[in-house]
Structures are given as structure tokens and as C-alpha cells.
């Protein structure tokens, strides 16, 4: 199973659209793709930004999970069993509480995802933007869009 872990920059450049045709292409080609959305994450779990521990989150089309990273890979395989593919679109990179952005690395590094990451359209796009995200993600890093 490969997982991508597929987050924007904000909220609204495009990310479900691109996971959902990432998806639908995949599926044409014949492999079998689940497809996660992280809706929501608990506010009073991010308030709690020092503690570690569980933060409640929910994929479209599940009821709430609580997933520390640890858990996680049982988790989204019981939700994803027998997929070719896992498509997971994460939080919005920038204006994420330090607790989710916390969260999304740690994730990507016990799923062995690899990150591809939205930028949103801006003439004044500069390195500073990838490094960003570079720093944040290394190696698991595949591109940004």
C-alpha cells in the first residue's frame, strides 16, 4: 500500500479537487484507491498543544477517530483495507496550530506517505515558500503544485 499525503498551503487552493482527480485516474487505471479527507480536527485537542496524546480527527464518510500518531496506521488500514493506494488530504500547511502541523509529520513518517503540497497562485512566489515546506516535511517531500 502507498500513501500520499496531499496538503495545500490554505485552505481552498485546490486540494480535494486534485485528490479527486488523482483518484478517479487511478481507479481508471485499474488500481484499487481510498480516499481520506481529514475534516476536522478536535479544538480542544489542539488547544492542548504541549500534551501529547490523541487529537480526534475525522475522514469524510467515518465517524471521529481518535488517532495518536502511533495508532495511526492501524486506524487508516482498517479504514482503507485492501487499497493499492491511499490518498490522504491533510490540513492546510500554513495558519495550522503547531499541534497539527505536529501531528501531519509525524503521521507521514509512520505511514511512510510521501508529501505532495498546494500552493496557492501568487506572481511573488518566492524559494522561501518551498523551503517552508522542505523543513517541515524533508525527504517525504515530493513536490509542490
Same mark, same amino acid.
Given at each position: 500500500?502507498?500513501?500520499?499525503?496531499?496538503?495545500?498551503?490554505?485552505?481552498?487552493?485546490?486540494?480535494?479537487?486534485?485528490?479527486?482527480?488523482?483518484?478517479?485516474?487511478?481507479?481508471?487505471?485499474?488500481?484499487?484507491?481510498? %480516499?481520506?479527507?481529514?475534516?476536522? $480536527?478536535?479544538?480542544? !485537542?489542539?488547544? /492542548?498543544? +504541549?500534551?501529547?496524546?490523541?487529537?480526534?480527527?475525522?475522514?469524510?464518510?467515518?465517524?471521529?477517530?481518535?488517532?495518536?500518531?502511533?495508532?495511526?496506521?492501524?486506524?487508516?488500514?482498517?479504514?482503507?483495507?485492501?487499497?493499492?493506494?491511499? %490518498?490522504?488530504?491533510?490540513?492546510? $500547511?500554513?495558519?495550522? !496550530?503547531?499541534? /497539527?502541523? +505536529?501531528?501531519?509529520?509525524?503521521?507521514?513518517?509512520?505511514?511512510?506517505?510521501?508529501?505532495?503540497?498546494?500552493?496557492?497562485?501568487?506572481?511573488?512566489?518566492?524559494?522561501?515558500?518551498?523551503?517552508?515546506?522542505?523543513?517541515?516535511?524533508?525527504?517525504?517531500?515530493?513536490?509542490?503544485?
Amino acid at each position: 500500500m502507498g500513501v500520499l499525503y496531499v496538503c495545500g498551503q490554505y485552505s481552498g487552493v485546490g486540494t480535494t479537487a486534485l485528490c479527486a482527480a488523482l483518484a478517479t485516474k487511478w481507479r481508471s487505471a485499474g488500481l484499487r484507491v481510498s %480516499l481520506l479527507q481529514m475534516t476536522s $480536527l478536535d479544538p480542544e !485537542s489542539v488547544m /492542548e498543544a +504541549e500534551q501529547a496524546g490523541p487529537i480526534s480527527i475525522s475522514f469524510t464518510g467515518t465517524n471521529p477517530v481518535e488517532l495518536s500518531p502511533r495508532n495511526a496506521t492501524t486506524a487508516i488500514q482498517s479504514i482503507v483495507q485492501d487499497a493499492d493506494i491511499v %490518498l490522504i488530504e491533510g490540513r492546510p $500547511l500554513v495558519n495550522a !496550530s503547531k499541534r /497539527e502541523i +505536529e501531528f501531519s509529520i509525524e503521521l507521514v513518517r509512520i505511514l511512510e506517505a510521501k508529501v505532495l503540497g498546494l500552493l496557492s497562485y501568487d506572481m511573488k512566489l518566492s524559494t522561501k515558500s518551498a523551503r517552508i515546506w522542505q523543513e517541515t516535511f524533508g525527504e517525504s517531500l515530493i513536490g509542490l503544485v
